[in-house]
């Protein structure tokens, strides 16, 4: 009876938009909205629940799988810098003078935020399948080119033609696989998905380490530095080239096409994806494209707090994944080889504290009170890194860093997916959030400067103050969640457009 008046009461109010039909348990949402349980949407016309749960995992392995490893590759090409300088690229290149290094990580963002907003809209008018395998394919080529400069300088202009390849994979990414899935199915998604970009890391010090070792095998008289560019480049076209074959559009693009190459989903079962999107949030259809309703995106105060939290919450990350291999070299003085290897067990680490992060806030419905606790997390990590006595005991900081910086990615992604509705800000949310995190990118490629080497303390303290200002941002938002959640509920307010939307904190 809760769902039929809850049904009722919504189509009694006018200018309401929502399916009539769909049961909504109104009296949960007047209690909670994180007690939802993701089993209501399960109650399925045409599948059973174990159906369903193959059907999902099917997605899994063909959407999540190929982004993921994309974007892996596009991790590796990215943070590769800090392997590269230790291995002989700063002195070859005399990077090691002034803000020189800093410069060359830093400008990557520049077109990295820039191109982000038309990228995404891209996105949907080219179709993921064809714009994202060519986009890995063009920031391969970049790599390549990589190896091969004499000249610091050269390095500047590749790194912005990277960074504007690489604008429009990310938000391109969080934005398909937002479609394909309801809210509280999403940060397990969107953990695997940035996990398996965090193997990269994790392995980017082995790999570079191997590169290392090929004493006998430099060919072309070309440093080993340089090999590590041009094999990486190398392996991204071929990654880019399966994602030709293997990635798939949007899932409404698929309803009618009965010829899918290699075969993916069935009709029902595409209908069943947008069927259960609906149930969930209402907004499984494209809509029409309305050039004044995508920018009116931007007068919502909460996407720009998304977009901040994001920010500060990836500046850790990207600080981490530039320089850690330096600051083991420099400030830990571990030997080459221990730098370039140790890199690996803080990101294993980072990579199972995601996934524990995103079971848990799929699980129970959590979104804010676990980006805060990531955040308490580099909190208590980053001063031991910093001033504990013994290497041992620093470098147990840099697993807390590592692991409060990266955890908090796919965190960030699923706080904003789950509170907002629609194709087109959606659309715009991505690129406003992938954006700032390009400005966290250029925080992070700044925050530890070459003349506070060895103890980098200023970085430190910045990298701290980041964490403190997720803090604030996710409790204020959450105050403001209760409040507009509990006008809903009194049937004073529709959020998002939508009766039956509650915001999840």
């Not at 700063?90 to 003078?97: A, E, F, M, Q, S």
């Not at 989903?265 to 309305?290: G, P, T």
């Not at 990350?317 to 690996?344: D, H």
Request: aromatic content about 14%; proline content about 5%.
């Amino acid at each position: 009876m809760a769902s039929e008046t809850a049904t009722t009461t919504a189509t009694d109010k006018p200018g309401q938009h929502h399916e009539i039909d769909l049961p909504i348990q109104e009296d949960l949402f007047l209690e909670d909205p994180k007690h939802v349980e993701s089993e209501d949407l399960d109650d399925d016309p045409v599948f059973t629940k174990e159906q369903q749960r193959k059907i999902k995992h099917r997605i899994d392995r063909r959407l999540i799988t190929m982004t993921g490893f994309m974007y892996m590759i596009a991790i590796l090409d990215r943070s590769n810098l800090g392997n590269a300088a230790i291995a002989g690229m700063t002195v070859d290149l005399h990077l090691n003078v002034g803000y020189r290094y800093s410069l060359v990580a830093l400008v990557l963002f520049i077109t990295y935020v820039v191109f982000q907003p038309p990228a995404t809209l891209l996105t949907r008018k080219l179709g993921p399948r064809f714009l994202l395998p060519a986009l890995c394919l063009c920031w391969g080529i970049i790599m390549i080119c990589f190896g091969l400069p004499h000249d610091w300088v050269v390095l500047i202009p590749l790194r912005l033609l990277l960074g504007a390849f690489e604008a429009g994979y990310f938000p391109g990414c969080v934005y398909l696989i937002s479609t394909y899935y309801s809210r509280y199915d999403l940060h397990k998604r969107y953990g695997v998905f940035y996990i398996i970009g965090i193997v990269s890391s994790a392995f980017s010090g082995i790999f570079a380490y191997g590169i290392t070792q090929m004493v006998g095998l430099l060919l072309f008289h070309l440093s080993l530095w340089r090999w590590m560019f041009i094999i990486e480049g190398l392996l991204t076209c071929i990654i880019a080239g399966i994602g030709f074959i293997y990635l798939v559009p949007f899932p409404d693009q698929l309803v009618g096409k009965t010829k899918f190459w290699p075969p993916f989903l069935k009709q029902d079962e595409i209908e069943f994806v947008l069927r259960r999107i609906n149930k969930d949030r209402n907004d499984a259809e494209l809509e029409q494209w309305n050039f004044k309703k995508w920018i009116a995106s931007g007068l919502d105060p909460k996407v720009w707090s998304f977009a901040l939290i994001f920010a500060f919450a990836v500046a850790q990350g990207y600080a981490v994944s530039y320089f850690l291999p330096i600051i083991l070299r420099e400030t830990l003085g571990f030997s080459l080889v221990k730098a370039q290897c140790l890199t690996a067990p803080p990101y294993a680490f980072a990579a199972i504290v995601t996934y524990a992060v995103a079971w848990f806030g799929d699980r129970y419905h959590v979104r804010g009170p676990l980006l805060a606790a990531n955040a308490i997390m580099g909190l208590v990590g980053l001063p031991i890194l910093g001033w504990a006595s013994s290497a041992a005991a620093r470098y147990f900081g840099t697993f807390l860093v590592a692991a409060s910086g990266n955890a908090a990615t796919p965190a960030v992604l699923t706080y904003q997916a789950n509170n907002i509705r629609g194709h087109w800000k959606r659309a715009f949310c991505s690129a406003t959030l992938v954006g700032f995190g390009g400005i966290g990118g250029i925080i992070g490629s700044l925050i530890f400067r070459s003349q506070d080497a060895p103890e980098y303390r200023p970085g430190l303290y910045g990298c701290m103050g980041c964490n403190a200002c997720v803090i604030i941002l996710v409790v204020i938002n959450s105050i403001y969640f209760r409040l507009e959640n509990s006008k809903a509920d009194r049937g004073r307010k529709i959020l998002e457009g939508d009766a039956n939307f509650r915001y999840t904190i």
